[in-house]
């Protein structure tokens, strides 16, 4: 079993900075791509940023130059570094992994459960 686990959410003042880790744990055998969606209220999930195996990273046009995707390979963990909020960064925000766990020949994608973003003073 694979568990993926938000941290890092809360309320931010406007132009305030806020760090999202997402450490993937449990039956791991080898850990692809990682990155953040967001799903406003009343909004589809959007990707928001991913980075790839060998460190590629792709961003949404919203948040490039203010948010910096990375991940630490040791610790199977995903960060989002977000500066310079706006409110319509509001959202929550799930983190994703693209997994070959040992119980299975096949890669999927985990999810975390999700982390509350709030931007507003």
């Known amino acids: 079993q694979v568990q993926l686990v938000e941290s890092g959410g809360g309320l931010v003042q406007p132009g305030g900075s806020l760090r999202l880790s997402c450490p993937a744990s449990?039956?791991?055998?080898?850990?692809?791509?990682m990155g953040w969606y967001r799903q406003a209220p009343g909004k589809q999930r959007e990707l928001v940023a991913g980075i790839s195996i060998d460190g590629h990273t792709n961003y949404a046009d919203s948040v490039k130059g203010r948010f910096t995707v990375s991940k630490d390979n040791a610790k199977n963990t995903v960060y989002l570094q977000m500066n310079s909020l706006k409110p319509e960064d509001t959202a929550v925000y799930y983190c994703?992994?693209?997994?070959?766990?040992?119980?299975?020949?096949?890669?999927?994608?985990?999810w975390g459960q999700g982390t509350q973003v709030t931007v507003s003073s």
């Open positions: 994703y992994a693209d997994i070959h766990p040992t119980t299975s020949f096949a890669m999927s994608r985990y």
């Open positions: 449990g039956s791991i055998f080898s850990v692809y791509g």
